[in-house]
């Protein structure tokens, strides 16, 4: 973490690039899927609720781009697809986890926030 205030605006501008491509919520699932085995892309669909054939897809490749994800073409018919982690995307599997496990223990303090946030927002227009 910055130390100050001006090293924080620094660092805004070094890391924002980076974390626009793997802090999206669909990057974070897809890379947290494949930590622990390749999948097809008809498997990622099933297991990533809500996302789209589009999303995925555009997903996936912008994962391969970044080195995170590897692709590859498996000789069935009809020919399929299997996406890895790579050890680059592997690395993130510790941040991710921190995260998850962040998100189920303040997750219901985060929804009784909203909860008091929207309620104080109706009694105003009230």
Request: hydrophobic share 40%.
């Amino acid at each position: 973490m910055p130390a100050n205030s001006d090293e924080a605006l620094v660092n805004v501008y070094q890391t924002r690039p980076i974390l626009d491509q793997i802090a999206n919520k669909w990057s974070i699932l897809i890379l947290t899927v494949l930590c622990y085995r390749p999948a097809r892309f008809n498997e990622l669909m099933r297991r990533l609720d809500g996302i789209t054939h589009k999303a995925l897809a555009d997903a996936l490749k912008r994962l391969e781009r970044n080195g995170l994800v590897n692709r590859r073409i498996l000789a069935t018919t009809p020919i399929g697809v299997e996406y890895s982690i790579t050890p680059l995307g592997n690395s993130l599997k510790g941040p991710f986890e921190a995260l998850y496990d962040w998100a189920t223990t303040h997750g219901p303090a985060l929804s009784e926030a909203q909860r008091q946030y929207d309620d104080a927002i109706e009694a105003v227009k009230e």
